[in-house]
């Protein structure tokens, strides 16, 4: 079926529309990253007068950024790689398995996604005082207690998501691998996760990218040595919060976002296949 020219017109508009509404923070990202730090803190312009790189350059002073990165990425990379295979052990049991109760594990998973976090953030504090007490393992301002924490909300969507997708996987498939004498462990790997690879690779990018953007509980359960990104551009500001460097800011925030744009490019074609196949399931 042909469009007519005010469809073509009204699709036409309304693309422009969404990308001036994309581009324009990013246009201002860019602006106030090259600004001196008199013209960052002027009414904004949308060239700047006095074109600079010494944002980029004194942004690695101003605050420790490599700590920052380095811990983003330690705790942001182990959220994904500990929450995948137990997502889809978990999800290969709710599909393959006729389990008593699967309609009301699946409801109480995804009903863990309505609850705000804040709701949790008090109660996970106590629970890992109280077991760094008792048990002399140290959660609280740690690696390991910021990745829990992030498990605890990455598991169930990893579960719901993996259960749809390893729904759509024929289990047929798997029946003919081991008639050709493949363990049922063997035929899993070599056959389903190979077939849900895009759905699984879509997964671990949208946890990787959860965590690597998480401020709520990465503003209570971190100190100076496990503070992660979002928390670190806060130290562009003086101490009284008198002066904010929005200059080095804007040139942080577009520097720590290259690593995440990169991999999310380089993994595009296995993210919008898996997308695809939750969309056709």
Known sequence: MAESFSYRVVRVLVLLFLAAFTLYPLWTLITISLSTATEAGAPFRWIPEFLTLHPYVAMWHTAPLLLYLKNSAIVSSSSAVVSLPIALLAAYALTRHRLRGRGVVLRVVLATQAFPGVLFLLPLFVIYISIEHTLGIPLDGTYLGLIVTYLTFA???SIWMLTGYLA?????IEEAARVDGASRMRAFISMTIRMATPSIVA????????AWGEVLFASVLTDGATRTLPIGLQLYESAKGLVIYWNQLMAAAL???VPVVVGFMVLQRYFVRGLSAGAIK
């Open 168 to 172: 759509a996987v024929p289990p047929d």
């Open 155 to 157: 598991l169930p969507f």
């Open 255 to 257: 520097t720590v976002s």
């Open 203 to 210: 997964v671990g990018v949208f946890t990787f990218m959860t």
